[in-house]
């Protein structure tokens, strides 16, 4: 039998969450589901999901691994209680951000902005679409300047580059999840927006009183984690390369340096490393991949990664099968 060295990871979602579509994806070579709690909210549908995964690879008599991602203290724009689901913004407005439902835009997260602020401090919402400069910082309230012209939607993530926060490792909701993972014996971890090695601690307290260990993989899309690189290697399982929140936070010019630079140091201390984020976006509506895309899925094996994941592409695409069979 031909052994992958470079193994898949699918995101499941609406578009794969059901037997026939899983059976599928193992068949054209999925090796790992990932289940991304930042989009499942019920136990039940956590159970359903792993039951399904676990029932199809049975029959096809394959050991397909089940990965949780922890979303971490994501923070998202909030408009639950303003009575609106989007603000439209004007270049050079001025706006003000905070958790009070008071701001123009208030946010999901009571966080605390510490220091200064920072001249090349921005906020950056929806992967980047829409960015606006920091006038000024008062009681955990940001003034912000809008940089461009667009529309605010709800629910829609914030990235503030160059902004020091205070803000926990990981959420109530990620501590049930991970009771959860534990409980239905997921075979791996992921954890969001790791800054530090101590990010890993907090899951490792719940391990200890739970008596069970899972291997935990770290994140990597913050700048934070970029400067603590080595020792978060050294302390956490894995490593995922997660080009979305980091080419957001870094400069675009960047995420290409910083993937080989990961790469290159998990292999030196042979630590699991995966590369993921708009892997085949295209296929979330199209058959076929670019190209391009080709070129990053084969860069990527050719430089040794131990996988490469998709996201969008099997958990809400429209041809999900067909990722997985182009990228096997």
């Keep these: 039998m031909k052994i992958k060295k470079t193994k898949i990871i699918s995101t499941i979602g609406p578009s794969s969450n059901s037997p026939n579509i899983i059976s599928s994806l193992i068949k054209q070579g999925m090796d790992v589901s990932r289940l991304n709690m930042a989009h499942i909210h019920r136990e039940k549908d956590i159970k359903s999901i792993i039951d399904i995964i676990r029932s199809e690879a049975k029959k096809a008599d394959r050991n397909i691994a089940i990965m949780m991602d922890i979303s971490g203290p994501k923070i998202r724009v909030n408009f639950k209680n303003k009575g609106n689901s989007k603000l439209s913004i004007i270049k050079n407005h001025t706006y003000n951000m905070g958790y009070d439902n008071t701001n123009d835009i208030p946010i999901n997260l009571e966080i605390e902005f510490k220091g200064k602020n920072n001249q090349k401090a921005l906020v950056k919402i929806d992967d980047g679409k829409i960015s606006f400069k920091i006038l000024s910082i008062n009681n955990n309230n940001l003034k912000l300047k809008a940089l461009n012209s667009g529309t605010v939607n709800a629910n829609k ?139 990053d899925v084969a860069n990527a094996v050719y430089d040794g990664v131990d996988a490469v994941m998709l996201s969008g592409e099997t958990a809400v695409g429209q041809y999900p099968i067909e990722a997985v069979s182009i990228m096997a």
């Design 157 to 295: 993530g914030i990235n503030f580059p160059h902004v020091d926060l205070a803000i926990p490792a990981i959420t109530k909701k990620d501590r049930e999840d991970i009771k959860l993972g534990l409980k239905y014996k997921v075979d791996w971890f992921s954890l969001s927006f790791v800054r530090s090695s101590k990010d890993i601690n907090p899951i490792i307290n719940i391990f200890k009183k739970e008596n069970l260990f899972i291997p935990i993989i770290a994140k990597i899309e913050k700048p934070e984690a970029i400067d603590n690189l080595e020792e978060i290697i050294n302390k956490f399982d894995g490593i995922l390369i997660a080009r979305g929140d980091l080419g957001v936070e870094e400069s675009l010019a960047k995420v290409p340096v910083l993937q080989k630079k990961i790469i290159d140091s998990c292999t030196r201390v042979k630590k699991p490393v995966i590369v993921a984020t708009q892997i085949l976006e295209s296929m979330i509506e199209n058959s076929t991949p670019t190209r391009a895309e080709v070129n």
